[in-house]
């Protein structure tokens, strides 16, 4: 049992939950009327800043090119496509996520055809000059997601949340002991 970003998204999407703090990247589910309940009814902002700075997390698609590829060529120049001007914008004007560019974001032309709320964008553009590092580096993060989210499941049922955190602390030690040897 489990309580990640899935599990968040359709909570939230439910209109069972008053707010959601994730990545920009989840508006398009919420705003899409064939499966959330709360469409139109969403606020986007930017983070306040805390006492020791002010941060937004920052996610992105990475791309490799292995270097036994056959078409080593090929591969690159589509990656120049995927993150060039064109596509970027397409991104965004989705809601798929934000993109690799900053230019998107100010562009009139993209901005006035997007799929989903301004409000969105705009929150987008206030965040690009905030990114930091969204995870820190846990090399068995989907072990680390689970152990912890199936604590924040019991708490969310009733269970005592220092007794549930000190068990799944115990219980994820010994994979990251094992990972980082």
Request: include cysteine.
């Amino acid at each position: 049992m489990g309580f990640n970003w899935n599990e968040a998204q359709g909570l939230f999407m439910q209109g069972k939950a008053a707010m959601w703090i994730d990545a920009t990247g989840f508006a398009a589910p919420v705003e899409d009327k064939q499966k959330s309940r709360v469409v139109g009814k969403v606020g986007y902002g930017v983070p306040p800043a805390g006492p020791k700075g002010h941060g937004s997390v920052t996610f992105g698609t990475a791309m490799a090119i292995p270097k036994e590829a056959k078409h080593k060529e090929a591969a690159f120049f589509t990656m120049l496509w995927m993150t060039g001007r064109t596509m970027a914008g397409r991104m965004l004007q989705t809601g798929g996520g934000v993109p690799f560019r900053s230019a998107p974001l100010k562009d009139p032309a993209i901005l006035s055809t997007l799929s989903i709320p301004k409000e969105w964008a705009d929150c987008a553009a206030g965040c690009a000059p905030l990114s930091m590092s969204g995870l820190p580096v846990i090399v068995p993060v989907t072990e680390f997601r689970d152990t912890i989210g199936a604590a924040l499941t019991n708490m969310l049922t009733g269970a005592d949340p220092a007794a549930e955190l000190k068990r799944a602390t115990a219980e994820f030690q010994p994979v990251i002991d094992k990972s980082e040897a």
